[in-house]
């Protein structure tokens, strides 16, 4: 079919400024959704982030105290708390931590390779645990060992202690020691004697998931520390399985027995690990959201300024499509005719588009350390727009089609 896209652009020259107008809306749009596309993406990939913890049946419970205590007196506490949490029948294992994954925020510290680095190798989240820390969180020990019992100190408030040893995350040890030869090495994270890494687990995701955490992703470790302090402590709790809501139950009763000097938040008291995953990820949930129905309604209001424009063209035409269907021009020809003018300004506002879309994401990446957008995100939007352009004007065409040979005939 020829397509006669001469007379097409001699017929556009004489509508500049709606053709420029449409060409440049459809330019923004592409180049808004394109990046849109590509950080809803990036936030439902965080959604499904591994946190190497055993979710379906571990929960944490946020101790506050209700009174000031040295730190031997909440050490014997924590002791006897945890003991009375291991003991009951829906419980696996527990636990007296800092901080859990993706709580938000959190501890973390520079990495240095030798005590006289100024620049950090990296930055790693810093957990602190005893034996037990591990397995209540259903970590995964891929290499070395666990804490010995002799190895845990006890850490109170506003102390200053560098343990000898620490367990450390896959991605930091890889992150540290390309070569895989991490077990058994030194290093100082911000601390001016050596600690040896005894062990590697296969994925402990970070406290906080902010963008700067997404940069160090994984990277954690573990000191073998008992938290003792007097403001309050994580009892970090792993049910048996199928026995959460048991465990869920009977903890905060356990717990209460023993002393009533507690305070449980009512909000963020206790929580299982699909409460603090939904929690962590709100924001990333709702930027999603919100990415989306902006796309939404760019892609619908340039649907309708195509519609509009078209359907102002078809009626300012009239006569001269009479005239052409006058002259043996099929239905067919008039319908090809408009959506390959169509064609055009959208191709000339896709190829703007993306050249403005990939400028926007360069300088996101500068601004604000975004991940570089992948091209495929590009070709999506250069295809929706174009599908879009000819879907919108595909109504109005197919009634310019239908003008009778007669109109040639009438006055204008």
């Known amino acids: 079919m020829n397509l006669q896209i001469r007379p097409v652009l001699i017929a556009l020259r004489r509508h500049k400024a709606g053709t420029v107008l449409i060409a440049l809306q459809i330019a923004l749009t592409l180049a808004i959704v394109?990046?849109?596309?590509?950080?809803?993406?990036?936030?439902?990939?965080?959604?499904?982030?591994?946190?190497?913890?055993?979710?379906?049946?571990?929960?944490?419970?946020t101790n506050q105290w209700a009174t000031d205590s040295p730190t031997p007196q909440v050490d014997a506490q924590v002791k006897a708390d945890v003991l009375a949490l291991r003991q009951?029948?829906?419980?696996?294992d527990a636990t007296p931590a800092s901080g859990y994954p993706l709580q938000g925020g959190g501890w973390d510290n520079p990495v240095t390779m030798t005590p006289e680095q100024i620049k950090p190798s990296t930055d790693s989240a810093v957990y602190l645990g005893d034996e037990h820390f591990i397995d209540t969180l259903g970590l995964k020990l891929i290499a070395g060992r666990n804490f010995r019992p002799d190895e845990v100190t006890v850490f109170g408030t506003?102390?200053?202690?560098?343990?000898?040893?620490?367990?450390?995350?896959?991605?930091?040890?890889?992150?540290?020691f390309p070569d895989g030869n991490a077990l058994g090495k030194g290093i100082y994270p911000m601390s001016p004697t050596p600690t040896t890494i005894i062990g590697i687990v296969d994925t402990l995701q970070r406290q906080g998931v902010d963008q700067?955490?997404?940069?160090?992703?994984?990277?954690?470790?573990?000191?073998?520390?008992?938290?003792?302090?007097?403001?309050?402590?994580f009892y970090i709790v792993r049910a048996r399985p199928g026995q959460l809501a048991d465990a869920m139950r009977e903890a905060p009763k356990a717990l209460i027995a023993l002393s009533r000097q507690r305070i449980f938040d009512p909000q963020n008291g206790i929580q299982d690990y699909a409460t603090i995953r939904r929690k962590?990820?709100?924001?990333?949930?709702?930027?999603?959201?919100?990415?989306?129905?902006?796309?939404?309604?760019?892609?619908?209001?340039?649907a309708a300024g195509i519609v509009g424009l078209t359907s102002f063209w078809v009626g300012q035409r009239r006569k001269q499509i009479g005239v052409r269907r006058a002259l043996g021009a099929r239905q067919s020809d008039i319908l090809v005719y408009f959506l390959t003018e169509n064609f055009l300004i959208s191709t000339a506002g896709v190829v703007l588009g993306a050249v403005l879309a990939i400028a926007f994401n360069l300088w996101t990446e500068t601004r604000f350390a975004m991940a570089p957008?992948?091209?495929?995100?590009?070709?999506?939007?250069?295809?929706?727009?174009?599908?879009?352009?000819?879907?919108?004007?595909?109504?109005?065409?197919?009634?310019?089609?239908?003008?009778?040979?007669?109109?040639?005939?009438?006055?204008?």
């Open 212 to 233: 700067d955490s997404n940069t160090y992703a994984g990277q954690s470790l573990i000191w073998p520390l008992r938290s003792a302090d007097s403001r309050g402590v």
């Open 158 to 176: 506003q102390q200053a202690i560098y343990p000898p040893t620490v367990i450390v995350s896959k991605a930091l040890a890889d992150k540290l």
């Open 34 to 61: 394109c990046n849109a596309l590509f950080i809803i993406h990036q936030r439902l990939a965080n959604l499904s982030v591994v946190s190497g913890v055993d979710e379906a049946d571990v929960f944490v419970i």
């Open 280 to 302: 962590a990820y709100d924001s990333d949930r709702g930027m999603a959201i919100l990415m989306g129905i902006i796309s939404v309604v760019l892609l619908a209001i340039t």
């Open 373 to 412: 957008m992948s091209m495929t995100y590009v070709g999506i939007g250069v295809l929706v727009l174009l599908l879009l352009g000819q879907g919108a004007t595909f109504a109005p065409a197919l009634r310019a089609s239908r003008v009778p040979p007669v109109e040639a005939t009438r006055s204008v």
């Open 88 to 92: 009951l029948p829906a419980v696996l």
